[in-house]
């Protein structure tokens, strides 16, 4: 994150200074909040997304073949599902509030705009998704299986309709379609709604979400389903077919996820140049342009202390082809300050770069494990060494890192702009004379407190009950 907190006053002890005030800049703090509460309600949301649709293939499969092994595996999954709901709904009300509260001048400059997909978000998505799901839990042996079936597939309908909604006013963040200014310029006010649903930016990004959530399904799925062959669960048998499964959702997962993120990127050197230049540390315009390997920069003089590139890559990645002009940070500084006046345009270089190489990595990570769990159910086996069953449990961290660093490329890679080309970050905070650095530090450690208590509860949970398996899920 930019360095916008101020250190006021030090005093120095042998061989360590230490802050006496720190981090009471309302900017930094107000930033530091929002994306504490909205990377840890992140973590909720792609399984939420993924899962539902699980479940709702697993009852599917129950309604169309009468096996009652796959009834048992829809409650597991069910179950699981409910709880991760549960805790996201929780984390997510907060976010709403600090619109109001922390950012209301960005509230005032594009509520007219930002406030409509969220409403209909709540009152046809949610609503949706919460009225189908509580009938599909208490629908049990009360509906026809059929209809029964309908109704978690409506609740995964539901959630992903969420997902959209929330990613068409995000995507009017990174990318202002459908509006005008306001004659006194204080305000931008919606002129084309469906300029704003038809964004380009939202059809680029709500796949790559779709698709993560599909790969954080699959590898929970995976990761739970291989622990209990590894433990010899007696539901053995229901395991292995979870395992199939799940492998072959994970797969087709990644390979959505990877596609998916591949045309974001291109789109990205149209939309937001800067941001791919910070990805990749590229100082200056290149054609045919390289990728970064490694890179070890120095952000103040815009210059690779070292780097190992690979030659014309990052051509090939933007253009499918090896031949292509990307613009570097310095001439993309000179133009947004011709375009927009002077200021520094350039994010965090080394937030964006490792952010970015994280997301990446543990994409090509899940590629891998997904290829060998393919491969494994292909030839149907189902044993599992030591090593490859701890590989196999613990890859379902990857898709979290993947999905948190996206998240923090997307939205951090923008900076300074909250709305791009439109509002800058430093504007759209509350004034501190309304919310004041000691009021938001005060719920800074609030919410880290309950926080860190609704994960030891979601985590006890999903343990919980992922390892009772299937008869406690009845």
């Known amino acids: 994150m930019e360095q916008h907190f101020i250190i006021m006053n030090t005093v120095t002890i042998p061989h360590v200074t230490i802050a006496k005030e720190i981090l009471m800049d309302t900017l930094f703090l107000a930033r530091l909040q929002f994306a504490f509460t909205s990377v840890f309600h992140f973590f909720f949301v792609p399984l939420t997304l993924g899962l539902s649709i699980f479940t709702a293939i697993m009852e599917t499969a129950w309604v169309r073949t009468g096996n009652e092994k796959y009834r048992k595996l829809t409650q597991f999954w069910g179950k699981l599902f409910l709880i991760n709901f549960a805790v996201g709904v929780v984390t997510g009300i907060v976010m709403e509030f600090q619109f109001g509260m922390n950012w209301s001048e960005y509230s005032r400059f594009v509520g007219d705009i930002f406030g409509v997909p969220l409403a209909i978000e709540a009152l046809l998505a949610f609503f949706l998704e919460s009225v189908f799901l509580g009938i599909w839990v208490f629908g049990w042996d009360r509906l026809p299986k059929a209809l029964h079936a309908a109704s978690i597939w409506l609740v995964a309908i539901g959630s992903n309709l969420s997902a959209l909604w929330i990613l068409v006013a995000n995507s009017f963040m990174q990318s202002p379609v459908g509006y005008k200014m306001a004659t006194d310029g204080s305000r931008a006010e919606m002129t084309d ?99 970064s390997l490694f890179t070890v920069g120095n952000e103040k003089e815009l210059k690779d202390v070292f780097a190992i590139r690979i030659p014309g890559m990052l051509s090939f990645l933007a253009y499918n082809s090896f031949e292509g002009e990307v613009k570097g940070i310095k001439d993309l500084q000179k133009e947004y300050e011709l375009k927009y006046g002077p200021g520094n345009y350039i994010p965090s270089i080394i937030t964006a770069y490792w952010s970015f190489r994280f997301m990446v990595g543990a994409g090509t990570l899940m590629l891998l494990v997904s290829i060998v769990a393919l491969y494994k159910v292909m030839r149907e086996s189902y044993t599992f060494s030591p090593l490859l069953g701890a590989i196999m449990f613990w890859s379902f961290l990857l898709p979290y890192i993947a999905n948190s660093a996206g998240w923090i490329l997307a939205e951090m890679g923008r900076q300074p702009w909250i709305v791009f080309g439109l509002l800058k970050t430093e504007d759209a905070v509350s004034p501190a004379s309304v919310v004041s650095s000691g009021e938001l530090l005060l719920s800074i450690a609030a919410f880290f407190i309950i926080y860190g208590l609704l994960t030891i509860v979601d985590v006890f949970l999903l343990k919980k009950y992922a390892a009772a398996g299937l008869e406690a899920a009845q």
């Not at 929970?220 to 389903?225: E, G, K, Q, T």
């Not at 433990?231 to 395992?243: L, N, P, Y």
């Not at 990127?265 to 990749?280: G, H, N, W």
């Open 193 to 291: 709604f469906a300029a704003l649903l038809f964004n380009p930016y939202v059809w680029k990004q709500f796949p790559h979400v779709l698709a993560g959530g599909l790969v954080t399904g699959g590898f929970l799925v995976i990761a739970v389903s291989s622990w209990h062959l590894v433990k010899g669960s007696k539901d053995r048998s229901a395991f292995e077919t979870s395992m199939k499964f799940g492998a072959v959702y994970a797969f087709i997962g990644t390979i959505l996820v990877t596609l998916a993120g591949h045309t974001q990127m291109q789109d990205l050197i149209e939309s937001q140049p800067m941001k791919v230049a910070a990805a990749e540390a590229l100082w200056e315009t290149e054609n045919p342009a390289s990728f």
